[in-house]
């Protein structure tokens, strides 16, 4: 069985009103985190930047404003699908994009083929992985904890 989906797209780089550039995105889902989609931006002159968030926020911005916190995604016109703003957001700083709906839609679909949306907990090693990413980071933080006490 096929583990991910991969596509690239273009999306425009929205700096300001006046200026934007298009740079190649890659969406990348994988089953082993069924309830994820990662974007890698690739900005000229930088490193990789990769986002990871829920495959439904994504799913739902395409047709309504959605997202709470760091990501929001948005249609430019909700009467029609269009092109779709996706804002990032760390701290003060904040990146926004502009991608057309189409490629979206078409990644999630087959995103839907490999896991249909709904049926993530039904994969049979999902939550064992949850349960031993879930002990990592719980045994990583008592290791800090523990070292912070000693110093």
């Known amino acids: 069985m096929r583990e991910s989906v991969q596509a690239e797209v273009m999306m425009s780089f929205l700096v300001s009103e006046e200026l ?3 740079i190649p995105v890659e969406l990348r889902y994988d089953a082993r985190d069924p309830y994820a989609v990662r974007l ?3 900005l000229p002159g930088d490193a990789p930047v990769t986002w990871a968030f829920g495959r439904e926020l994504l799913l739902d911005g395409i047709n309504k404003p959605c997202g709470d916190g760091d990501v929001h995604i948005a249609p430019t ?4 699908l269009s092109d779709v703003h996706i804002r990032l ?3 003060s700083d904040r990146a926004l994009f502009r991608a057309s709906a189409a ?3 078409a990644f999630l679909d ?3 083929r490999l896991v249909p949306l ?3 907990r039904n994969l049979g090693d999902f939550e064992e992985n949850l349960d031993d990413a879930l002990d990592k980071i719980l045994a990583e933080t008592r290791t ?3 070292e912070q006490n000693a110093g």
């Open 144 to 146: 800090q904890q523990n």
């Open 110 to 112: 087959r995103t839907d």
């Open 103 to 105: 490629p979206l839609v």
């Open 20 to 22: 934007s550039f298009r």
């Open 40 to 42: 890698t931006f690739h």
């Open 89 to 91: 957001q760390v701290g």
């Open 77 to 80: 016109d909700p009467e029609e």
């Open 118 to 120: 709904g049926q993530e």
